[in-house]
């Protein structure tokens, strides 16, 4: 892939587990010295939100381990899916209305399952949106999102995908 690479994390909402993954591939991109390497986004498939600040739950969770959540909600567009290289799905009803939205075989193959990056998902192929769960639902995106951007960090990196 041609650095930058431009990623965007595509959730629901845009305001609780796109945003984190948005934070924290940001913040291990900063820490390992390759921020310039990249363009990442987050966006949602849905409107309600949009222009909204992250769920504070999630934020807070995220303030706890280090994070700072501070996007904007938007929604995903058509001309997203020519400008991005990689369109990142948060669970399969969101990969699936992606999918229905690319209009050419280019596009749909930006399209993944950003679970399939985390190595302890035991064959989850989803991260468990948290919006109506309980509080531990956040700390949970968080621990999955870390491992899940560290790999996809490694990949890009080294040239696997
Ligand atoms: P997200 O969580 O997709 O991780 O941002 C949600 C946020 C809002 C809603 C659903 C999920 N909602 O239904 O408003």
Known sequence: MNFPVKVVFVCLGNIC???TAEAVF???AHKRGVADKFEIDSAGVGNWHVGDRPDYRQAHAAEQ???RLDSFAR???KSDFD???LILSMDQSV???LIGMAKTETHRAKIKLFREFDPDSKGEKEVPDPYYGGPEGFGEVISIVERGCRNLLEQILVGEI
């Open 26 to 28: 940001q913040d291990m």
């Open 65 to 67: 381990r280090g994070y």
């Open 75 to 77: 929604q995903i567009k």
């Open 83 to 85: 400008h991005y290289d």
């Open 17 to 19: 587990r796109s945003p």
């Open 95 to 97: 990969h699936d209305s």
